[in-house]
């Protein structure tokens, strides 16, 4: 299995919030596990072990923010009303950032810290793919 794949399943597994996820693919079967929030260790992988931790893509000191799941990409809970944030904005852990329409549901997409809004980069109304940058955002 390739590394961007176990990498995307890693970022599953904080997102949700799991302790452990198995996935057998291609006659291959991977287990990752939380360690305890410091990181997710993948035990075996082919003859090698690896570590992965959240990998958070830099620029400078930017994050992207990308889309956990694959849907429609909504700024706010209707077209007449204001954006959940906006560049400039600054989230706590928790806040809304967007709604994403999957399936007909819509699913309240969260900072999972806290921190300041730099671009939107993703466009109201447009489909989003797992891994599509929404955000780009600064610390604090």
Known sequence: MKE???TRYARLLHQLDLTAIEIREDGETVRLERDGGKGTEIPKIG???KNVT????KQEEDILFRSPIVGVFYQSSREDMEPFVTAGSKVRKGDTLCLIEAMKLLNEIRADEDCTILEVLAKNGEVVEYGT???R???G
């Open 4 to 6: 961007e794949k176990i």
């Open 47 to 49: 003859n090698e072990e």
């Open 54 to 57: 959240r990998e958070i893509e």
């Open 133 to 135: 940058p929404l955000f």
């Open 137 to 139: 955002t600064g610390r």
